[in-house]
């Protein structure tokens, strides 16, 4: 459960962004003790959803699993080799270069499908042996 809050706290930044432009008084400091408050206020509620929904499924990690694998393994492997070739064009990037960069975006491309179809057979898996709150249990 600690990692999945760690990993959806690293994500909901820009949650948090846009809920202290909309929450804040503008015209006051940033700093001030109203926005401060707010700001406050609307972190620890979204957090606290955080950990609820998180202890709420007992799998959520299988979930990370699942984001991990659909979007930030293409993003993390596949993105860079795309943009390079984009950037050195056919004239620029050496026969070995593009060779390379496409060899990573196809390997990428077929782990990122491989583990995603392991983190759906997961989550399949545990949603049909699971109950509520179960890993609370353990802690009494």
Known sequence: MRACV???QLFTVPI???LDTQMQRLEEGMFSRYNL????LARG??????????ALFPFMGD???????FV???????????VVLKIQGKDE???WNRIWHWSIIVASSV????TTAAAVRLIVHNASVYHFFADITHWT
């Not at 408050?37 to 406050?40: C, D, E, T």
């Not at 979930?63 to 694998?69: A, E, I, P, Q, T």
């Not at 782990?111 to 491989?114: A, G, P, R």
């Open 45 to 54: 509620l979204v957090f606290g959803a955080n950990a609820f929904v998180t």
């Open 111 to 114: 782990l990122s499908v491989v």
């Open 63 to 69: 979930f990370v699993n699942l984001f991990g694998s």
């Open 72 to 82: 930030l393994f293409p993003l993390t492997f596949m993105f860079p080799s795309m």
């Open 93 to 95: 990037a050496g026969r």
């Open 16 to 18: 948090h962004e846009a």
């Open 37 to 40: 408050g707010r700001r406050l």
């Open 6 to 8: 760690r990993v959806v």
